[in-house]
């Protein structure tokens, strides 16, 4: 396993800057990117292409009941970049640092014209992938594509982020773990990361993965299982090993 001693391929954003400017409803978007903060659930930046990739930080204030047709929306602080087609994770360390992983970060060029461009320096970019963090500030994130222009690629390694030192470690899988995008990644109690759907293949041949397998990390022994169908029942009764 490599050990790789640099930063995020994007922006770590806390909210203890965070301050309420205005209360309104956002624009329509898709691709942003959402992380529960105590009682709030912020959004973050999204994408109304070609419009635009917007930088703005919303949140609904969970700690009251409302009336869903009309969510009480408010906007925080903005991002001093676009983000699009990332993802997520609250640090256990703290409860309040949201790191943005991964996606694609947008810088106005002008007031009319934007260009987006790729903040790693460690790895090809990561696009469509789903982050999770563990109760020890593990971040793992799985897969993913590369929208590099010269190169277009499908992932199958699993890179880890450790918040606590800010180190990267890669996990290079055997290619019977499939290259995956678009899943969703649910890390469990018991410290499997089970990931279910998502697309598979290279950028000229991407296919739907079966439902009825799912992909299983363990993030204790650093191992990948494949499950049928059937284990569902087993995931229910909260003993998946
Ligand atoms: C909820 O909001 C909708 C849309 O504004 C409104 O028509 C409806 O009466 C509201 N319901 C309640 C219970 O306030
Ligand atoms: C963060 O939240 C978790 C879950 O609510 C809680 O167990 C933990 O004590 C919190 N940590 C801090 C530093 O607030
Ligand atoms: C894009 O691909 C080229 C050719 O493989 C490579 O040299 C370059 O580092 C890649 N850039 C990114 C941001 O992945
Ligand atoms: C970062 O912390 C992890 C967990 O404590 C440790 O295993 C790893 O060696 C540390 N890395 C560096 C570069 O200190
Ligand atoms: C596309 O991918 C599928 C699934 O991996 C494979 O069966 C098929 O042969 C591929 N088609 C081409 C044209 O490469």
């Known amino acids: 396993m490599k050990s790789l001693y640099s930063i995020l391929f994007l922006v770590i954003f806390s909210s203890v800057y965070y301050f309420v400017i205005c209360q309104d409803v956002p624009s329509p978007r898709s691709k942003h990117t959402s992380a529960l903060v105590g009682t709030r659930l912020y ?6 292409s070609p419009t635009f990739t917007s930088h703005e930080v919303w949140y609904l204030d969970l700690s009251s009941s409302f009336n869903i047709s009309a969510p009480p929306w408010h906007s925080d602080v903005v991002m001093p970049v676009g983000y699009s087609f ?11 640092t949201v790191f943005l992983i991964g996606g694609r970060t947008w810088i106005a060029t002008s007031a009319t014209t934007d260009y987006y461009s790729y ?4 790895f090809a970019t990561r696009n469509e992938i789903q982050a999770v963090i563990d109760n020890n500030g593990k971040i793992f994130i799985f897969g993913g594509f590369n929208y590099n222009s010269s190169i277009i ?3 199958n390694d699993m890179n880890i982020l450790d918040i606590t030192n800010m180190t990267w470690s890669t996990l290079i899988q055997s290619q019977s773990v499939l290259t995956y995008i678009d899943y969703t990644a649910t890390l469990l109690p018991n410290g499997l990361i089970v990931y279910i759907g998502g697309r598979s293949g290279s950028i000229s041949n991407v296919s739907l993965i079966d439902m009825a397998q799912i992909q ?16 569902i029942n ?8």
Not at 216 to 231: E, G, P
Request: some cysteine.
């Open 234 to 241: 087993i995931i229910s009764d909260n003993n998946f090993t």
């Open 86 to 96: 990332g993802t997520s994770c609250l640090s256990p360390i703290d409860n309040s």
């Open 119 to 122: 903040t790693s320096s460690v």
């Open 43 to 48: 959004f973050f930046g999204g994408d109304n």
């Open 153 to 155: 690629l499908a992932y």
């Open 216 to 231: 299983i990390f363990d993030t204790k022994s650093y191992t990948w299982s494949a499950k049928v169908m059937y284990t």
